[in-house]
């Protein structure tokens, strides 16, 4: 890690990584097979970002800190592993990848004390981060609204206004360098540590 501390992927702590570690874990992965259509690739920074945002919207503006945390996080495990792998491969990576990954994500939930998901609080997830996705592909990625839903097989409906922009500004659905993904990513991090 950055930090100098070891993680092993196999076996994991709640110790073997510091915050900044996973920030730039994360603003170094990307989505989409690194591909997009603007000059830079979209990170999971951003997007952890971006799906805490689009949560926050659909709840009328608030979430709790923890609910807000766990939002933020939702993708936490790709970070450590610096691998976001694309929906159509996954089920090519087997049981012992899904295992790997809920190792990583059960260590993290335990080091920020996140509860576990509640069928509705997952629902709920899983709505804004299946938006953030179908959104995602056509603004950043280059996927028609038609291809997202015939091809991508996302039912969700993507929209034109990036959740972002009314917070961060800049233009809508660029990606940010890995850099200042990082540093909003950590800001948002400590805000939400220091509130609960």
């Known amino acids: 890690m950055p930090s100098g501390r070891r993680l092993d992927l196999l076996n994991p ?10 920030a730039i874990g994360l603003a170094r992965t990307y989505r989409w097979g690194g591909h997009s259509v603007w000059p830079l690739p ?9 799906v805490m945002q689009l949560r926050k919207n659909a709840a009328g503006g608030t979430l709790d800190p923890l609910t807000e945390l766990r939002e933020l996080l939702h993708d936490a ?9 694309i929906s159509v491969i996954k089920p090519f990576l087997g049981d012992a990848f899904r295992s790997l990954t809920l190792r990583l994500e059960q260590v993290i939930f335990l080091r920020y004390g996140l509860p576990g998901w509640t069928v509705r609080e997952h629902a709920a997830h ?5 938006l ?16 997202v839903k015939h091809t991508l097989k ?3 409906k993507p929209q034109s206004d990036d959740p972002l922009f009314p917070v961060y500004g800049g233009r ?11 540093s909003r990513f950590l800001d948002e991090l400590n805000r939400l540590k220091a509130g609960l």
Do not use: N
């Not at 495990?77 to 792998?85: C, I, T, Y």
């Open 13 to 22: 702590t709640p110790f073997d990584w510091d915050d900044s570690d996973l």
């Open 42 to 50: 979209l990170s999971v920074a951003q997007h952890s970002i971006a």
């Open 77 to 85: 495990e790709e970070g450590l592993l610096g691998f976001d792998a």
């Open 126 to 130: 899983k709505r804004a981060d299946r």
């Open 132 to 147: 953030a996705a179908a959104s995602e592909a056509v603004h950043v990625a280059g996927w028609t609204r038609e291809e």
């Open 154 to 156: 996302i039912s969700a």
């Open 172 to 182: 809508p659905w660029e990606p940010w360098t890995p850099d200042l993904a990082c």
